[in-house]
């Protein structure tokens, strides 16, 4: 039972943290802004994004599904705020792939 009562803040830890105020050497701050660029393509995506075929909707569903459980493993197993950097790059891989399969395709004009 405490595990489940645990999923909010994990899943603060992990996603949010470190904040710019935390206790920490210099390197926070990479970590603060791979955050917000992270953010950032989250935001681009809801602004610019398109319907998925159904074939996508099973990827889309199994990269949410993958970066959930591997986010919820790191964050019962690991203490250290550092290590968690270093192990939700594959969380954030997933993310980043979720979000390009959601975005519009750019359109060119030739000319």
Known sequence: MAMIKSIPSIFLNTFI???PWDNGSSLKYSGFV??????FLIVLTLFKRRTLLEKEK???LYLILTAM???LIIG???PIFGAIARYKMVVELLII???FLRL???TYVKK
Do not use: D, G, H, S
Not at 34 to 39: D, K, P, V, Y
């Open 17 to 19: 943290r470190p904040f």
């Open 34 to 39: 791979n955050n917000l660029i992270l953010l």
């Open 58 to 60: 099973y990827i889309q």
């Open 69 to 71: 459980l591997i986010v």
């Open 76 to 78: 019962w197993t690991t």
């Open 97 to 99: 792939v979720l979000l």
């Open 104 to 106: 519009k395709p750019l």
